[in-house]
């Protein structure tokens, strides 16, 4: 049974940083994807970014391209996502989610693509 568990929201002020983190368990594929989504009050749930977890390929929502990094350490199975230069419209609970029939080639940003999310973290970015 595959779970994800999301970690490392809080408060911070604009301009600040936070890691999130994404750990998987119970995921047998040795390459899959591992994605970022956000949901802020009101509104839909939006693309963050987004990875491999073999070759690292990536892809951002340009909101948040070159302020946001992902990464992954396979060894610990955990996506990590560094949020840098936040901003107060930022503020959204944060999930991560797996994509089992994503590979290297195939890295989805909609969300009907993934099959398993976390319960999700949130950030709060203030004044």
């Known amino acids: 049974q595959v779970q994800l568990a999301e970690s490392g929201g809080g408060l911070v002020q604009a301009g600040g940083s936070l890691t999130l983190s994404c750990a998987a368990s119970g995921v047998t594929f040795r390459t899959y994807v591992i994605g970022w989504f956000r949901q802020a009050p009101g509104k839909e749930r939006e693309f963050v970014a987004c990875t491999s977890t073999s070759r690292h390929t990536t892809n951002y929502a340009d909101t948040v391209k070159g302020r946001f990094t992902i990464t992954r350490d396979s060894a610990k199975n955990t996506v990590y996502l560094q949020m840098n230069s936040l901003k107060i419209e930022d503020t959204a609970v944060y999930f991560c989610?797996?994509?089992?029939?994503?590979?290297?080639?195939?890295?989805?940003?909609?969300?009907?693509?993934?099959?398993?999310w976390g319960q999700g973290t949130q950030v709060t970015v203030s004044s």
């Open positions: 989610a797996a994509d089992l029939e994503g590979s290297d080639y195939y890295i989805a940003s909609a969300a009907s693509d993934y099959d398993y």
